[in-house]
């Protein structure tokens, strides 16, 4: 039988098309930690549909009410690229497949595509399913034809294939046969506990494509550190459709990468897994669904990392500039990733024009030394600027002629203690100048840094509102040379964000109240002086990756 | 020639055995934002030591002045597995290499190993060097040769070398062959650029094998989420030596994640990287070397994650419970980590008693309930105690009866602040209980918890006059849960000693000075316990290794 195909656009040959089977919002929500109302797995479905993806997978209407109701919502939905699949298991042991449950509600979803799990593994057959080899194999054919008789396309997902084939290689290969009757149009190999090594996955897929001779996908968890490298060595033994989660989500060390996957497919194997182009919006992708999912983005990850192609050692900043490719593996416009060199102490003045061009500023002639200076002077005291661009694109605006910072801070002071039977309890008291008035004010806050943060806020919005959309979203805390113990340096970078970007600053002090405060106010200026300019003008001042 | 080889304890066949060779102290520190002390250095590399690792390189002492620093401290240290490794660069073109300054702090460093790196693509030598190849040619033996006559073991690492075969691969093979000729026991292939793929890697490696007939290693970057099926590919393809970092930390994507690549080998590969027992120590390790580096340990990392063996679906933890290995690939003990069940933090009182012996404590039946009880309740407010032994031995001791706190905390204020003309300032009171007596007092700091610190002990000091032998070595913040911005929970880590041991505590709080103000007065009790009790009868309490 030759089941209907979806994709293959772009006129590539069949051979060099990868079906590409997204399950972050099933498998990938398994990871510890992640939860994902109905709205959130919506909204990621559309932006993985507008991706270009073959398949996605929305959830398993059998065991949970909020995905049966994804499955209502995505009927009225008009996708562009994708085929939804809705997830199950093969019928119970000794249940027709139209008495079971689990079967009314994935055909109650109403998706073209179901997909389907089943054991391969005698043990899991006997010791968890307790039924038998037999059964096992009728339960398999029978749930498939069944929702082939509705109408459905079928994936077969084999669950714990490999370590079933090592231990009766003879009966796993049946229930991929029992599947392939029962009229499935691709069998997916999953490595479900994730331990299987490359060569052990590319030689079964190789064996399975020539016993079977019929369309075979992969499945790959991450447990031994290898499902990418696994999913493209069962590409590379004949497997066509792949199935992992964006950004390696999953239960336990997670499932394969597609955002590793997909590029290393097209980029490395020049093969076609996603429509004409579509490769440069993955860095976004990746990004978009880690803050949907509320975890904050890996940045080394590879291709769509924020540092994947940050270059920091002098010798590499230096031999970059002699020749781009020397240390990149990739042109990262490919993926809509970019080159950044890291802003630190070891820099030239070579590192800040660059840095003042990915920021659209103009630097005065020669204003580039000074800030230079000043970085390097700050970095002396503690300061650190590679993460913290929003610090260094604020010394560049200082240096430019005319330009008017919003506030200058005067004084500040901070009460903070814990009193028997009162708790704990923190207070900031500020004076700023505000366009040459003296603003003092005061507030109150969860601790010092929290009651600052308001009390500045308090002071600003009369003048500038906009800071009310300026909001922090993440306060990390260094101490420096640990062995002065607590008269230490204190290194405080902050993150901040408004609708449209998110940016860093930092301070440094022997005080950590002092550092923060530093940290803080540099980044409220710098969200302020965004926010009075055109914002389409600063949508591109910093990598799209950094735009939410 | 033939090399002296390292280590090959417990009698394995030579084949069998896999040079481990650690560089999280040099290229783990091109990381985008880990800056490591010379302090943290020794800690980290007297841990790889006590782990077992063969060879760990400690820096450059070449190109910075703080690596010279440790290799100085280094020579102190009697170094009980590894070799310390000093690395470099070959000679500058037309140089000889005793004029070479890069060459002479090698030698300098005085350590018995060198690693060299030098080019191996022709792109690299005419864009980046801009010499000729018969010149990097003569660059790469005679420095080999060089260190060799000054009877320093030489590996060479051979930079883009997978790239430059790529390119022109009778010169980069000829570079190997340069280095063979100086001298250099191992030749080790750099994927410098990260972008291989694991076939590609094999092919490359089984070639150079038959070529040089010469003991081959590997070094491997993530640029292709492929690192470490990289390295193993290269195992496979008979490489008996390893380079790659601790967590896989390293500049863009990081390097080959040792971690992995070790529980790999071990149990999968059937080779032997460790000493017998040591791989159990593999996830301890891990999170020893975050915490050090002050980066949050990846929960999903195979193997060593918190998450590594948790298990959350209804379906799995139901398998589990019929079948244990029905989803884990192997058991979680051999490195060290535990199968967690999501729902219910069963962290064991077996746990809690084993760790009372650790510390020589004598815990009255039943108590360990209620620490257990104590510790969840803290940890779910923020608190780790897997990095603050002390705190857990102090929940221990106050639940022995008899047991006397030397002091009990009741008020703090501090006030932190900054005048114009007057500068930053930050003062402390205190009111405490020592022995029945109410004290209070106050104290200046250099910043707030300086200031606290100082009340604290000028309070003590009249009663305890230990108090004056324990110090602060180290103050660590780390912000929990960033999203929250400024009122996110802060976790404090503190690091004191006196003149034999060296210990942590840990406080918590949406309040930075209230969760250093329990950090500190813990680590202040537990000084002063251990201080009125025989000093030998303690020196076990910690690992020799936590001991600066």
């Known amino acids: 039988m030759n089941p209907p195909h979806n994709g293959a656009e772009q006129g590539a040959r069949p051979s060099d098309r990868v079906d590409v089977y997204d399950t972050t919002l099933r498998d990938g929500t398994q990871r510890e930690g992640i939860s994902l109302a109905c709205e959130d797995k919506l909204s990621i479905a559309r932006h993985l549909d507008a991706f270009g993806l073959t398949f996605i997978e929305g959830g398993w209407p059998g065991s949970n009410p909020k995905d049966a109701q994804f499955f209502e919502r995505a ?5 562009k690229h994708a085929k939804i699949a809705a997830f199950g298991s093969t019928r119970r042991a000794s249940l027709a497949p139209e008495d079971d449950p689990g079967l009314r509600a994935l055909l109650a979803a109403g998706t073209s595509v179901c997909t389907i799990f089943g054991k391969s593994s ?3 057959v006997t010791a968890v399913l307790r039924t038998t080899l037999d059964e096992n194999l009728r339960m ?3 749930t498939i034809a069944f929702l082939r008789a509705h109408g459905r396309r079928v994936i077969y997902d084999a669950e714990h294939f490999f370590d079933g084939f090592a231990l009766d290689r003879s009966y796993a290969t049946e229930t991929l046969r029992a599947a392939v009757r029962g009229g499935a149009e691709v069998v997916t190999l999953c490595d479900t506990n994730g331990g299987s090594m490359p060569w052990q996955i590319e030689a079964v897929v190789a064996e399975m494509k020539a016993a079977l001779g019929h369309p075979l996908g992969i499945h790959a968890h991450n447990d031994g550190e290898c499902a990418v490298a696994n999913s493209i060595a069962a590409v590379r033994a004949g497997a066509r459709h792949v199935q992992g989660t964006i950004n390696g989500y999953g239960e336990r060390c997670g499932n394969a990468n597609l955002c590793a996957i997909i590029p290393n497919l097209e980029l490395k194997l020049d093969l076609r897994a996603l ?8 860095t976004e992708l990746s990004h978009y669904v880690a803050e949907v999912a509320n975890l904050s983005p890996d940045d080394h990850m590879a291709y769509v990392g924020r540092s994947a192609f940050a270059h920091k050692g002098g010798v590499h900043v230096a031999a970059m500039r002699r020749e781009p490719a020397s240390y990149q593996h990739i042109d990262p416009a490919l993926v809509g990733n970019a080159m950044r060199t890291v802003v630190s102490e070891l820099s030239g003045r ?6 003042a061009e990915e920021f659209g500023l103009d630097v005065p002639t020669g204003a580039e030394v000074e800030v230079l200076e000043q970085i390097k002077e700050r970095e002396a005291r503690g300061s650190s600027f590679e993460a913290a661009e929003a610090s260094v694109a604020l010394l560049l605006r200082r240096s430019s002629p005319g330009y008017k910072p919003p506030f ?3 004084d500040f002071k901070v009460i903070a203690g814990q009193r028997e039977g009162v708790g704990t309890f923190a207070e ?3 004076k700023i100048a505000v366009d040459d008035e003296v603003v003092i004010t005061a507030a109150e806050g969860s601790g010092p840094v929290n009651a600052l943060d308001g009390a500045l806020r308090k002071a600003l919005a009369p003048v500038y509102p906009a800071v009310r959309d300026i909001q922090l979203v993440d306060y990390k805390v260094r101490i420096l040379d640990g062995r002065d113990g607590t008269s230490a340096t204190t290194r405080v970078l902050i993150n901040s964000r408004d609708a449209h970007r998110q940016w860093s600053t930092v301070g440094a002090s022997t005080n950590i109240i002092d550092a923060s405060w530093h940290a803080l106010a540099d980044g409220i200026e710098y969200g302020l002086t965004l926010a009075a300019r055109e914002p389409q003008q600063y949508t591109s001042t910093l990598p799209a990756s950094e735009v939410a």
């Open 75 to 79: 009927k009225d939905i008009e996708w």
């Open 122 to 124: 005698v043990q899991h």
């Open 140 to 142: 398999i054919e029978e």
């Open 275 to 282: 429509p004409e182009g579509a490769l440069r919006g993955i």
């Open 350 to 355: 070579g590192n800040l024009l660059s840095k």
């Open 408 to 410: 200058r801070l005067l």
């Open 428 to 430: 900031a008291m500020i």
